[in-house]
């Protein structure tokens, strides 16, 4: 079975500033996928990004990064330049490739992230 | 992306009735999830929902408490039957793309009294 371990419940970042949420998973296959999905107070899940295992370049998209490291089980989120509308719950979620995989997605606990005027 | 709308928003219910909340999608996907988030907690799966063939429920969630249809490509439904205030949640679904990506649709927030 997967594992998602979020070890930040909460956290506060300054806008215009740099935060950086951590999330580490336990699995024993090789060919996955990781998710950051964002969730504000109106409750919609907001995919944020996605990382190909098999693909080492880090996965960016705008203000937001990872820094994946497989052999570490690591699976970081960079935010940059910070934005009021940031502030939300992040999850990091796990899901296994493969064509009988089934799409499932296994999610951690989620940090809650307060960006401060 | 997709446009994955839920209704009701909202529901407030009297414990021992039946709430379903239907799913739509706006294009044709093999897979639907159903997931249950309990206050201030992480999102847990409940069912698996392909069209043509029964739910596959997680550990913890049985059919009589929540059936599932899914009539087509594009649609489901899940009801939350024989309510407790411990149904208190919100409960979201969400379409799985060969992209392997998952979208979200906005949740409905229920109260069991």
């Known amino acids: 079975a997967q594992t998602v371990t979020q070890s930040q419940p909460e956290m506060s970042v300054q806008e215009a500033e740099t935060v950086t949420l951590s999330c580490t998973y336990d699995?024993?296959?090789?060919?996955?996928?990781l998710f950051w999905y964002k969730q504000p107070p109106s409750r919609q899940m907001i995919l944020v990004i996605r990382q190909e295992a098999y693909k080492q370049q880090n996965a960016t998209e705008n203000r937001f990064s990872v820094n994946f490291q497989k052999a570490a089980k690591s699976f970081s989120l960079k935010i940059s330049d910070s934005q009021l509308g940031d502030t939300a719950m992040y999850f990091c979620a796990f899901m296994i490739g493969g064509d009988n995989a089934g799409n499932m997605l296994t999610f951690g606990g989620g940090t809650r992230l307060m960006v401060k005027p | 992306s997709a446009v994955i709308s839920q209704k009701p928003s909202r529901d407030i219910c009297q414990r021992g009735t039946s709430l379903t909340i239907q799913c739509q999608v706006d294009?044709?996907?093999?897979?639907m999830f159903w997931y249950r988030q309990q206050p201030g907690q992480s999102l847990t799966l409940i069912a698996t929902?392909?069209?043509?063939?029964?739910?596959?429920?997680e550990s913890g969630f049985v059919i009589d408490k929540f059936p599932i249809s899914r009539p087509n490509l594009t649609f489901s439904t899940l009801t939350v039957s024989n309510m407790s205030p411990e149904d208190s949640s919100i409960y979201l679904c969400?379409?799985?793309?060969?992209?392997?990506?998952?979208?979200f649709g906005p949740g409905t927030r229920l109260l069991v009294l």
């Open positions: 969400s379409a799985g793309y060969r992209e392997r990506t998952q979208y």
């Open positions: 699995t024993s296959e090789s060919n996955y996928y």
């Open positions: 294009s044709q996907v093999t897979m």
């Open positions: 929902a392909n069209q043509g063939s029964e739910a596959t429920y």
